[in-house]
């Protein structure tokens, strides 16, 4: 269940419960991209497939934004990378988006942890995709979290 916070925030940025958005595109672009074993996910993904969330953190005002779009998420990163990240998480992972305006890319694994990765840094944001849209609303910059070796 989303705080009062994260569905504020969400719904400044055009989500609504209802929201529904045709699955089949980030469907092709992961297929197309070498993901074709995840094209599910823009399903679990539901009403906040395609949204891009921006807002001011609380802690200092400055603007954040992340983006949950597979196709997003594919189409910035190398391939070798995300199967390092996998090797590393000992899970399988799949890009859904891009988070931190765009600094690093959101992938969710097998088990529905998300974690997010950029070259060598690789952390667990949260065990499902709930609780990252939880973490992300809240401006954290993941500094309290180790880094997956």
């Known amino acids: 269940m989303l705080s009062d916070r994260a569905r504020q925030v969400l719904a400044d940025s055009g989500w609504t419960v209802d929201r529904a958005v045709d699955p089949e595109p980030a469907q092709e672009a992961l297929r197309a991209d070498g993901y074709g074993r995840w094209a599910d996910v823009p399903l679990a993904l539901g009403s906040l497939l395609g949204l891009v ?3 001011k953190r609380p802690q200092d005002g400055l603007v954040e934004r992340f983006a949950l ?8 990163e190398d391939p070798e990378l995300v199967a390092d990240w996998s090797r590393r998480a000992g899970e ?11 600094n690093m ?3 969710l694994g097998d088990s ?3 974690y997010a990765g950029r070259d060598d840094l690789l952390f667990a944001v949260a065990p499902t995709i709930e609780g990252a849209v939880e973490e992300l609303t809240t401006g954290s910059l993941l500094t309290d979290k180790p880094d997956i070796p």
């Not at 779009?69 to 910035?76: E, K, R």
């Not at 399988?92 to 765009?102: D, E, K």
């Open 92 to 102: 399988p992972l799949c890009p859904i988006g891009q988070a931190f305006r765009g």
């Open 105 to 107: 890319t959101l992938v």
């Open 69 to 76: 779009d597979p196709a997003d998420g594919t189409s910035g």
């Open 112 to 114: 529905g942890v998300v």
């Open 53 to 55: 969330v921006e807002f």
